[in-house]
């Protein structure tokens, strides 16, 4: 109750404030939409260190399905599908549960396990991603060790009242979607529905079958899922604005894919997620205002494994979990002078599950862990450089557990621009990312005495824009350097906190644009210490290129090659490099954008993790239309 009460005490002083400079205020006219990017740090500064922005472009039509799709090309990311949860996202070698997941500044809660599915994450009215790979601002709170991927979706707008698309690829792959959105000045609304369904991926033709896998369609990984979102802005006064959104994901059936060298039969079942959130931006003076976000994220879901000769649920494993997090987020802004500014606030967030199943937890069993985390960041700005520093304030604390355990999360960031426009940065942060629920409470390796686990992060950004008659582009650099300490392994079938770790890259990417777009991309990753787990299933090294060309009559063309080193394995087998190539062509008449596309065009046989093979050659198809 004591959160609530404090989100009351501050709602009174905001309307108090607001009495107070309503006059001033009408003068200046202030407004601000609720778009997602002022819930959480938009410029450099704020954000501490280099941010990759994924623009998505209205006029083409994507071949992304998912947000695993759409980052997959992202230098220093790799992502690769297999095992329980789904998708694998790893930033500069940091794991799925490491990393900050958010939908328009919303933390997206990864349950039980701590891990967000990208596959699970539609794409569709997304204005950009923004992807923090290094130093990460306090302003984030904690579980950033990893990094951070933040999801925009776009404001709505008036070119149409009802949009409709549809995608097909190989094996009865295939999504449908319809939305809806429009502004009324002071208020708007988004409205969002789709099916996407898939009957599992068809494998290279040079793939050779096994005991367990029959080389032709992947096995175990059907699955059929409906999503449901919608979105409502309302403007105050001309200068504040509420929003809520409310969704809902669910599939019936949701297959797991095995190891190609083990035979068994997972799944899950009556597969759901929900998420409600209620956000606030106000306008308190000329000089200050105020955002709060309030949100509420929960996952359901049922366990299954069958008898691969009956076909018969194992009736020891039916595993029931309820997973949610509720919380919230207060974030001021002061210009305090011309040259500085100041972001303070509180977060908090509390997470709590129950589990069933016919093993270890006969009856309903719960635990619930609680969070909170206090944020100051300054920026003072004086001509060509920029400087800022800050620090959050974490608390964490589990049922059960004698006592809070706390901790600072400094972060500072230098950052110059010359009359050239090259933008040089020089940040440092430490970050944290606190034990999941399963790990410390499973009865098989819990460990309720783990402790967070920490990275001090540095990292050196170079940006150099260049410019000759018709030939243009940007090169940009990052050299960084990890210290990780505590990071949680199983030690005897216990889960327990380790010693530590270092970790160095550089990440290069070029734009050149002439007659076309070229883009370059490498990216290499190294451990001080070659037999650290943490290391296993990234690649030391990787290209990107990309070549975007407009052809005659405004057919637009892209081809995609990405090269990825060979990467070791827990089960000491070196998985070897290889390459993808793909290629896709758009076109937009009036309303209606067309797009196809082949994906592994040299229908290329290679893993993604050990035991699971990616996709062979593939024929993508998508169409959109806005009807009126």
Same mark, same amino acid.
């Given at each position: ?483 990780? *300490? ?7 079938? !216990?889960? #327990? &906190? /380790? @010693? ?7 990440? +290069? ?50 081809? *995609? ?7 070791? !394995?827990? #089960? &000491? /087998? @070196? ?7 793909? +290629? ?45």
């Amino acid at each position: 109750m004591k959160i609530f009460n404090l989100i009351i005490l501050l709602f009174i002083f905001t309307n108090s404030l607001i009495a107070s400079e309503i006059d001033t205020l009408k003068t200046i006219m202030r407004h601000y939409n609720l778009d997602g990017i002022r819930v959480i740090a938009d410029r450099p500064q704020e954000t501490i260190g280099a941010v990759e922005i994924i623009e998505l472009d209205p006029v083409l039509s994507l071949p992304e399905t998912n947000i695993a799709e759409s980052v997959e090309k992202v230098n220093g990311l790799h992502v690769s599908t297999g095992g329980k949860s789904g998708s694998t996202l790893r930033i500069r070698g940091f794991g799925n549960d490491q990393i900050k997941i958010m939908l328009d500044g919303r933390p997206l809660g990864g349950g039980y396990f701590g891990n967000v599915d990208l596959n699970t994450i539609p794409v569709s009215d997304i204005k950009e991603i923004r992807i923090l790979k290094g130093p990460v601002s306090s302003l984030y709170g904690s579980d950033t060790m990893g990094g951070v991927i933040n999801i925009i979706t776009n404001s709505p707008s008036n070119t149409s009242w009802l949009k409709m698309g549809t995608e097909f690829k190989r094996n009865n792959t295939n999504k449908s979607y319809l939305s809806s959105a429009r502004n009324f000045g002071g208020w708007d609304y988004w409205l969002y529905t789709s099916h996407y369904n898939t009957d599992g991926f068809m494998l290279s033709e040079s793939f050779e079958p096994t005991n367990y896998e029959d080389g032709k369609i992947r096995n175990n990984c059907k699955r059929d899922q409906w999503d449901l979102q919608s979105k409502f802005n309302f403007t105050i006064f001309d200068f504040h604005s509420i929003g809520f959104q409310a969704g809902c994901t669910f599939m019936d059936t949701k297959e797991i894919p095995e190891s190609i060298y083990e035979n068994n039969l997972r799944e899950f079942t009556d597969w759901k997620r929900y998420q409600f959130s209620a956000l606030g931006s106000f306008q308190l003076r000329y000089n200050l205002t105020s955002d709060i976000n309030i949100y509420y994220d929960r996952y359901d879901d049922t366990y299954a494994e069958y008898n691969p000769s009956t076909g018969v649920m194992n009736s020891s494993w039916p595993s029931n979990i309820k997973s949610w997090t509720i919380g919230t987020h207060q974030k001021f802004d002061w210009e305090i002078t011309k040259h500085i500014d100041s972001i303070f606030g509180y977060r908090f967030e509390k997470q709590s599950y129950l589990r069933k199943d016919n093993g270890n937890y006969p009856d309903w069993f719960g635990n619930e862990q609680l969070n909170h985390n206090i944020f100051w960041q300054t920026e003072y700005k004086y001509n060509s450089i920029n400087f800022t520093a800050g620090s959050g304030v974490s608390f964490f604390k589990q049922k059960g557990r004698d006592s809070w355990i706390s901790h600072f999360e400094p972060s500072v960031g230098v950052y110059f621009k010359n009359s050239l426009n090259w933008k040089l940065s020089l940040a440092f942060s430490s970050n944290t990312k606190y034990p999941t629920m399963h790990q410390l409470f499973s009865s098989s390796s819990g460990n309720s005495d783990l402790i967070e686990e920490r990275a001090q992060k540095s990292e050196f950004n170079l940006l150099i824009p260049f410019s000759f008659e018709s030939f243009s582009g940007s090169i940009q650099q990052s050299i960084f350097y990890n210290h990780i *300490t505590g990071l949680i392994e199983k030690i005897g079938g !216990t889960n #327990e &906190n /380790i @010693d530590h770790i270092n970790s160095y890259g550089y990440e +290069v990417s070029s734009k050149i644009y002439f007659i076309w777009e070229h883009q370059a991309d490498y990216s290499y990753l190294k451990y001080t210490n070659e037999s650290n787990l943490e290391l296993l299933g990234t690649p030391s090294h990787t290209v990107g290129l990309t070549e975007r060309v407009e052809l005659p009559y405004s057919l637009k063309m892209e081809y *995609t090659a990405f090269w990825k080193d060979v990467r070791h !394995t827990e #089960e &000491n /087998i @070196d998985l070897p490099a290889y390459w993808l190539h793909s +290629v896709y062509f758009n076109k937009k008449i009036s309303r209606y954008k067309f797009m196809v596309g082949v994906e592994n065009i040299f229908d290329l046989n290679y893993q993604e993790e050990f035991g699971y093979p990616g996709e062979g050659l593939n024929f993508v198809l998508k169409l959109e239309g806005e009807l009126f």
